[in-house]
């Protein structure tokens, strides 16, 4: 794997998904939302884990960040994108299965709410952003190419 070309693709990515997420915002969408927001979140992690080493193959990738932050490897902060990623994880099955609710199993467009779409938006574009800025002084090059 060349650790350069994987973490730039999946950052190209994650800033795909999340225009798409905000895109489906405009459109009240909120299922949608939600799968392209837990996605961008989820590559926005990997494009920084590939710096150093190959991301495990899960929709959670927060414990392998913060490995990376206990070794020393990244700065404390990155512990609030592995929150990120640990909240947005579920969500990839929930919007396109659904999930249980109160004992009771509901559709995605019962529990993907406007609530769980804007804040995993938000998330979205602060995980992106962080990957966005770490990649670029990483790689000492405009990572937005």
């Not at 932050?69 to 919007?95: D, I, K, Q």
């Not at 004992?103 to 962080?130: F, H, M």
Request: charged share 35%.
């Amino acid at each position: 794997m060349d650790n350069r070309e994987e973490s730039l693709r999946l950052l190209k990515e994650a800033k795909e998904d999340l225009e798409r997420a905000r895109r489906y915002s405009e459109l009240e969408d909120w299922v949608t939302v939600v799968h392209y927001a837990q996605l961008a979140i989820e590559k926005a992690a990997k494009s920084v884990i590939s710096c150093f080493e190959a991301y495990e193959w899960t929709h959670d990738p927060s414990k392998q960040l913060e490995r990376l932050v206990t070794r020393g490897l990244l700065g404390r902060e990155f512990l609030g994108m592995a929150e990120c990623a640990r909240e947005a994880a579920p969500w990839h099955g929930r919007s396109t299965y659904g999930g249980l609710m109160n004992g009771v199993w509901r559709s995605p467009s019962e529990l993907c709410t406007k609530e769980i779409a804007s804040r995993l938006l938000k998330k979205a574009d602060e995980s992106v952003g962080k990957a966005e800025e770490f990649l670029g002084r990483f790689w000492n090059e405009e990572s937005s190419r």
